[in-house]
């Protein structure tokens, strides 16, 4: 048996290179939609399906096998770095992250400790490396954006207004620009890490930072994203910027040194477009469709896919995570109809 040779239309789409098909891959392709992810999660926490190397490569591949996606992504999550410096996470079912000892204070910002990524996180350059092995197509390594991930670190867990976020930035900016200085510093460490060990792009989520307008997202995000994606630049390697919900951020984003902007499904790949940004688009399905009738899903994605093939460097994913209750089946028939789409075919 010959091996499948690499696919590599997902860089192509990254560096806006013409591509034989529309790459796809989904956010949260792997994870508990899967009877084979759920048999493995029911043996394991989560944190310890990242500690065993070869449970999260295992847990990356099986999207890929599965589904026959253009990229696969890490198994982790955006607090494995975190755990190390001295927050005190967990991620528990049907909520998320935990964390046992919020941060209030500029003490609290600088207890905070210093990601030394061979010797926190070992396990998941160690996973990587099997990966590279193993995988026909392109890794995607990645890492949360300092706003998201100070989010967590100073609610305690998911919030939906970040009212204790969004007032310590107003009220304690020395703090807040010191927590950003850290998780500036721990991103670009983390990514850079991941990088040498194989990762072939990087996706920075900032899942929630469309909670700030764009004055705050200029004067308070801004700089720490630059410093990042700039840093990032000089490996070489696509860099992926995706938040939920950031439509009034797009103008602002285009001028970042990034190379793919991920959209979620509240802002039309032609809106994006007329808004100014150049960039390679990657988006936007409302996952939610992939609860609808097969025929309203595939029209939309027909939609999207018109939309995002006007001009080169556009990647079909999701606007946002893919449910616990999507089903395997809708996702493969997704896949291959993204696959067999040929513009004005
Ligand atoms: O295939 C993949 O995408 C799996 C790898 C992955 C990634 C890229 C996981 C595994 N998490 C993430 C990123 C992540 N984690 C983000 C950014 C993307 C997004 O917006 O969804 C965020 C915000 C988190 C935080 C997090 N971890 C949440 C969201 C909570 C909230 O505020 O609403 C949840 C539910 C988790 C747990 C988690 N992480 C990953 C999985 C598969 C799960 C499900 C839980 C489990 O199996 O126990």
């Not at 995607?140 to 939906?160: D, H, N, Q, R, V």
């Not at 700030?212 to 997202?217: A, G, H, K, M, S």
């Not at 790949?269 to 025929?295: C, F, M, S």
Request: charged share 20%; net charge negative.
């Amino acid at each position: 048996m010959t091996a499948k040779p690499f696919n590599d239309t997902f860089l192509k789409a990254c560096r806006q290179e013409p591509t034989d098909h529309v790459p796809v891959w989904y956010m949260r392709q792997a994870g508990r939609y899967q009877p084979e992810y759920r048999a493995i999660r029911a043996k394991h926490t989560f944190f310890e399906m990242n500690y065993i190397p070869e449970v999260c490569a295992e847990v990356t591949r099986l999207p890929v096998e599965q589904l026959g996606v253009d990229a696969a992504i890490l198994f982790a999550d955006i607090m494995t770095p975190l755990k190390p410096i001295g927050v005190d996470v967990n991620i528990e079912s049907g909520i998320g992250p935990v964390i046992a000892n919020p941060i209030g204070s500029l003490e609290d910002v600088h207890r905070l400790g210093e990601l030394d990524p061979d010797t926190h996180v070992p396990y998941i350059m160690e996973a990587i490396k099997i990966l590279r092995q193993q995988l026909p197509v392109p890794l995607i390594g990645f890492a949360g954006a300092p706003f998201t991930l100070a989010s967590y670190m100073i609610e305690g867990g998911p919030s939906k207004h970040y009212h204790k976020t969004k007032s310590f930035m107003y009220t304690q900016p020395a703090a807040w620009e010191k927590l950003m200085e850290k998780l500036g510093t721990l991103t670009i460490t983390y990514l850079k890490a991941q990088i040498a060990a194989g990762a072939q792009a990087v996706q920075v989520f900032d899942s929630w930072v469309g909670a700030l307008n764009d004055e705050d997202y200029r004067t308070f995000i801004a700089p720490v994203m630059n410093r990042i994606l700039l840093s990032l630049r000089e490996t070489g390697v696509p860099t992926i910027y995706f938040g939920v919900g950031c439509g009034h951020l797009l103008e602002e984003w285009n001028k970042l040194p990034v190379d793919v902007v991920g959209l979620d499904w509240r802002t039309s790949i032609t809106k994006a477009r007329e808004l100014g940004v150049t960039k390679t688009l990657q988006g936007n399905l409302d996952p939610t469709l992939l609860l609808a009738p097969w025929e309203k899903l595939e029209a939309k994605a027909k939609e999207i896919l018109d939309e995002g093939t006007q001009q080169p460097g556009y990647i079909f994913n999701l606007g946002h995570g893919v449910f616990p209750d999507a089903k395997v089946e809708t996702l493969q028939k997704l896949t291959s109809f993204i696959h067999s789409y040929r513009r004005n075919a």
